[in-house]
């Protein structure tokens, strides 16, 4: 007998059809001899809903609060889902994070798992029952739920995987797998059958929001193999582990993030130490910053500009306007018109010539690239935002034959 985990996202629970659609899958499993535990997400857009309910009502509520409010949407989805096996005629029982034993700290909206105790899940188990874990949420050493960010019901399955020994994670969503770029947007894209954890962490950190980034990170911390496949149509997915088969792929993927901000500083002093302090007051401020460039400016002056998330433009902001010598100084910030492109594969590394054939490709869509950053295994740039999916397709297709 096995033990799997299957994650079911907020698309794969939208509606009542569709949570009749997952209940047969687990049940299926099940009925195979497995022991299965399945984590979902709130339904469709409930969680994006819950936050324009706080926003009417407070444009600044406390964090806390709001890990209350959201963590509701899983709540409904587990019963539901749990009703759904019921009437299919299995055992079931839905617990909440909390009775999962889902230990985090104290980071509210984007909080850490410190432990899955997973005691109550392995009791329901062993009374046969089909386990309904709500993802996304925790508890703190207050007693107090948390919310694990955006997109954590992934990083919970993962976490119980890990916790369970189980022997399979299958995460269903809405597409049958990873692809070469965003398949809703991408015509071309490409189905990968396998991806390293060290891409897929790169793609999921960059946009390609399919799997969320902290899974990934735990996926591999844990040696968690996970299976990325569709709730709506029945074909083998995509597997993400340590090691693949090695294939003649220059690049794994393509992708998006327009949750990013261009700041620039302008015009400060244009001798050593700047950058040492404006990095590291906004490093002090947990600011995680991206692309750097550094220019020279006029009388002995230079100007520094880098990226962050759009999220962090405040944190940022008040960072800058610590610092002393940054008094009466220009700061520019664009969190609305950049977006972020990248082009993600360890083949690259012993490849000369990837930077250049994405710029080509950038060049005839006749695209302009505003700041550019390279690491062994990515190439990133930043363009204007209205430009983001032309170019995402541009550099696409400029390595599709490179691609399957
Ligand atoms: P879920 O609700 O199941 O967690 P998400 O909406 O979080 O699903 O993630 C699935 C979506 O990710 C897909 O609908 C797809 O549009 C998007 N996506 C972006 N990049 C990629 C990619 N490279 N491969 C697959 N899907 C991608
Ligand atoms: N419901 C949460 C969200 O929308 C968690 C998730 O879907 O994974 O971000
Ligand atoms: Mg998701």
Sequence with gaps: MSLIVQKFGGSSVANAERVMNVARIVT??????????????????????????????????????????????????????????????????????????FQTNSGHGSARIKKVTGERIRQELAKKNIVIVAGFQGINKYDDITTLG?????????????????????????????????????????????????????????????????????????GVVLEVLSSMVRSPGTIVKEKTKMEKMLIRGVTKDTNCARISVIGVPNVPGIAYKIFGRLAAKNVNVDIILQSVGRNDTKDITFTTSADQVDQTVEALNEIDFLEGIKIEVDDKNVAKISAVGAGMETHPGVAAKM????????????????????ISVLIDKADADKAVEAVHNAFIPEIG
């Design 359 to 378: 710029f080509e490709a950038l060049f005839e869509a006749d695209i302009n690239i505003q700041m550019i950053s390279t690491s062994e295994i990515k």
């Design 28 to 101: 299926e499993t099940s009925k195979a001899g497995n022991d299965v535990v399945v984590v979902v997400s709130a339904q469709g857009d409930t969680t994006d809903d819950l936050i324009e309910k706080a926003a009417e009502i407070n444009k600044k509520p406390s964090k806390r609060e709001m890990d209350m409010l959201l963590s509701a949407g899983e709540q409904i989805s587990i019963a539901l889902l749990a009703m759904a096996v019921e009437k299919l005629g299995f055992p079931v029982c839905s617990l909440l994070g909390w009775q999962a034993g």
């Design 150 to 222: 955006r997109g954590g019901s992934d990083t919970s399955a993962v976490a119980i995987a890990a916790a369970l020994h189980a022997d399979r994670c299958q995460i269903f969503t809405d597409v049958e797998g990873v692809y070469t770029a965003d398949p809703r947007k991408v015509k071309s894209a490409v189905k990968l059958s396998e991806i390293t954890y060290d891409e897929m962490l790169e793609l999921a950190t960059l946009g390609a929001q399919v799997l969320n980034n902290r899974s990934v990170e735990m996926a591999k911390k844990y």
